[in-house]
């Protein structure tokens, strides 16, 4: 039911998330991650385990340096729907916030 979300990132953006200057990594809200991350987003609000099988709930994000192979891994701390203005997307329309917590 918990499973790992895998995000291949520019080298600049896996730097600073590396480093520790980037603590949440966003995504505009799109089909495609409306479908992936609104469970999730229940369940880190909540609690809420919706009970379908083709829903994943995430609990931990794995970033790739882009295709160099270099991995880093995080539990996911929070997951919300913030105003996508004053992240790094810099969009005026809702994102995805992931919000990274420990190392892994």
């Known amino acids: 039911m918990f499973n790992t979300l895998f995000l291949p990132l520019k080298a600049g953006w896996f730097d600073k998330i590396k480093s520790g200057k980037k603590t949440f990594e966003f995504r505009a809200c799109k089909p495609y991650w409306i479908v ?20 994943k709930i995430y609990t931990s994000v794995r970033f790739a340096r ?39």
């Open 36 to 55: 992936r991350l609104t469970p999730t987003v229940a369940y880190f609000k909540d609690g809420t385990v919706l009970e379908d099988k083709d829903l």
């Open 66 to 104: 882009g295709y160099s192979g270099e991995q880093i891994t995080f539990k996911i701390a929070g997951c919300e729907v913030v105003d996508g203005s004053n992240t790094d997307l810099a969009i005026n329309e809702p994102v995805f916030a992931i919000k990274l917590g420990e190392r892994l």
